[in-house]
């Protein structure tokens, strides 16, 4: 569905659409999960939040929702006292390097680590606090000017460099291939990307573990989990419609 700036719903309208679209959307990552040769349980059903209010986060998290993840760093830090401590919370967005200190420590995962310097502040900040911080290298698979994240070409020698940096641990790549017309052009990104993630966990890296694939979205998640994503990140097929309020 294509999201619309005019659209505006509200915190009990939202609650309904997500009651009817959950389980359907449950049963069609198992289908494709069992299509792909895995288990359902292989596949982590992430909700992208962005714009969604707190209360019908929460809703959907009391409904079984596993993992819920924030575009934002100033939206995250609006909801982040208010949710429910009973999902996984990931950051799903673009990261500035002078916004991670707002971040670390308060996700369990972040998926759009773009660069070696980033990844570096992500070490530092989560040196001091002690931790370790998991991360998943952001593949610019299409080669888009206005996208950031790694080509395919480089993520490998990026990995062995962050690899070295203590204090993060990467879990996998992630990706968001170059908006297409039709399934079978998405199809043949996450394709390369599920190549690429093989080669890679065959390398056996050190503080590394390649566990994780993050692709595929509301329009596509069936055919990125095919070809062999385990998160996807699923937000208008799961609310509706966004409202443009943050």
Known sequence: MMENSS???????RKSIFDENFA???NRIAKAAVKSGKKPDDILFLAATKTIDVEVINHAISCGLPAVGEN???EF???????SDKAQRHFIGHLQSNKAKDIVGKVSLIHSVHSVKLARVIGDLSVKKGIVTDILLEVNIGNEESKSGFSANE????LI????????????????PPICDNLSKNRAYFKEM????LDIQSKKIDNSSMEYLSMGMSNDFEVAIEEGANIV????ALFGKRNYNF
């Open 7 to 13: 659209v505006e719903l509200s915190v009990e309208q």
């Open 24 to 26: 359907d959307i449950k």
């Open 72 to 74: 934002k760093v100033q």
């Open 77 to 83: 830090l609006s909801k982040i006292d208010f949710l």
């Open 155 to 158: 993520v490998l020698d990026s």
């Open 161 to 176: 460099e962050i690899s070295k940096i203590d204090g993060v641990f990467v879990r996998g790549l992630m990706t968001i």
């Open 194 to 197: 599920y190549n690429l993630f």
């Open 233 to 236: 990140r699923i937000g208008t």
